[in-house]
């Protein structure tokens, strides 16, 4: 079972792949008014952060999201994300099921400042960073639509909103 969430996430990230292959750092980096000046490549160094941050705790079983690198580079040359984006999919490929299984501790501000730590898996952890991706890829979505950048119309939409827009299709002909 927690193979599909790590195929999941893979999948997740080769689709990033597969589009920042596509952009020029011009357009990868370009501040977008109206998605609160965010950027294609802001969006993806965060998402990375956040896989790497898992993958980085794994051997500790202690995963602190607020222990992100932030790369800036990451966030304007979109060969070195791809690149990045490549090794986090290779990092979770080498995942066994002993490492799936073990329990973990997770920290993440929240808003308030405070630094708690809860118990986690880390299936559970990677349907947070799944989750998380489509969250991003989402606003990626809007910056390249003002880009005039096409996508796949399924990019950034939730596998659950694509099942139930896909079940409502039939009423709608």
């Given at each position: 079972?927690?193979?599909?969430?790590?195929?999941?996430?893979?999948?997740?990230?080769?689709?990033?792949?597969?589009?920042?292959?596509?952009?020029?750092?011009?357009?990868?980096?370009?501040?977008?008014?109206?998605?609160?000046?965010?950027?294609?490549?802001?969006?993806?160094r965060h998402n990375y952060d956040h896989f790497a941050c898992f993958l980085d705790g794994l051997p500790r079983a202690e995963v602190d999201y607020d222990a992100r690198a932030r790369d800036p580079r990451?966030?304007?040359?979109?060969?070195?994300?791809?690149?990045?984006?490549?090794?986090?999919?290779?990092?979770?490929?080498?995942?066994?099921?002993?490492?799936?299984?073990?329990?973990?501790?997770?920290?993440?501000?929240?808003?308030?400042?405070?630094?708690?730590?809860?118990?986690?898996?880390?299936?559970?952890?990677?349907?947070?960073?799944?989750?998380?991706?489509?969250?991003?890829?989402?606003?990626?979505?809007?910056?390249?639509?003002?880009?005039?950048?096409?996508?796949?119309?399924?990019?950034?939409?939730?596998?659950?909103?694509?099942?139930?827009?896909?079940?409502?299709?039939?009423?709608?002909?």
């Amino acid at each position: 079972m927690n193979d599909i969430f790590v195929s999941d996430a893979c999948a997740g990230l080769e689709q990033g792949i597969a589009l920042l292959r596509r952009l020029s750092p011009t357009q990868y980096a370009a501040p977008c008014a109206s998605c609160f000046n965010s950027s294609i490549g802001g969006h993806v160094r965060h998402n990375y952060d956040h896989f790497a941050c898992f993958l980085d705790g794994l051997p500790r079983a202690e995963v602190d999201y607020d222990a992100r690198a932030r790369d800036p580079r990451i966030e304007t040359d979109p060969v070195h994300a791809a690149l990045r984006l490549a090794d986090a999919v290779r990092a979770l490929g080498e995942l066994d099921g002993p490492a799936l299984a073990r329990n973990l501790r997770v920290t993440m501000d929240g808003g308030s400042g405070a630094r708690a730590w809860t118990r986690s898996t880390p299936a559970r952890e990677l349907q947070f960073l799944i989750s998380h991706s489509i969250h991003h890829y989402a606003m990626i979505a809007v910056i390249c639509h003002g880009l005039h950048v096409a996508l796949d119309p399924a990019f950034g939409v939730a596998p659950s909103t694509q099942r139930h827009l896909k079940a409502l299709a039939p009423c709608t002909r």
